[in-house]
């Protein structure tokens, strides 16, 4: 919180100063933390519940792998603080998207295809890996795209994904009812990777895109919201 404070400060110095190379390093390193602590969360968080939810299921975990992966993270997050070359920040970021997809394999989620509470949690880890190829793909110059436009895989495909998830399972669990999806809320999970998909395909889809966004936390709080208030859900809500 205190990395985020300090990015924050830093953005509204640069703001002030119409330092504009400031606010996009501020706003870079924002994205980095998140990357960092989804990468770190969602490989702790992903497998554990992939495994007490499918019998008999088993994953390929390496801890050396998880270690290179939380430390390739940092390492982003700390080479665009410094101010390192694209290039190499490119190349890094590549090498780490390489690794999130082994590491995403590994856990073998295709298993979890009739169970969209978890699904949705490896389909948001995919879109963390994809945003950070597609990231190092536009600085090492293969796709000509400005860095804050390859940031929406992870901005909106793997965040989108990964809170939707994370918010209707805490929102369930800590309810009190049974933590299964339903018709609507299955298509809520859906929704950020048409979002990242529009907005990541040029400039016409980002007025699609930001309406699918805010569709999908519309729905959340339609589904989900009677349950945050301590209202009693209607029995098919909760229907799988």
Known sequence: MLVY????????LGAWRADVALMNRA???????????M???????????TGRKLAGHTMRINRY?????NGGGALVLLCGLCGA??????MLMIALAALAFVRLFGWRGWRAAREPMLWVLHLGYLWLATGLLLRGLGLTGVWLASELDTLHGIT??????LSLGMMTRVAQGHGGVPIR????????????TVAAILRLSGPSGWSWAASVWFA?????????GPLLCGIPPRRRAMRA
């Open 65 to 69: 792998l998880t270690w290179i992966v």
């Open 27 to 37: 706003l870079i390193g924002a994205v980095d933390l998140l990357t960092l602590l």
């Open 39 to 49: 990468l770190a969360i969602g490989g702790r968080v992903i497998p554990f519940f």
């Open 85 to 90: 070359p694209d290039h190499a920040r490119g």
């Open 156 to 161: 909106v495909g793997a965040l989108g994904t």
């Open 5 to 12: 404070t300090g990015l924050d400060i830093a953005f509204y």
């Open 216 to 224: 999908a936390f519309a729905l959340y709080l339609i589904v989900i």
């Open 181 to 192: 999806s339903n018709a609507a809320l299955t298509i809520m999970f859906v929704m950020p």
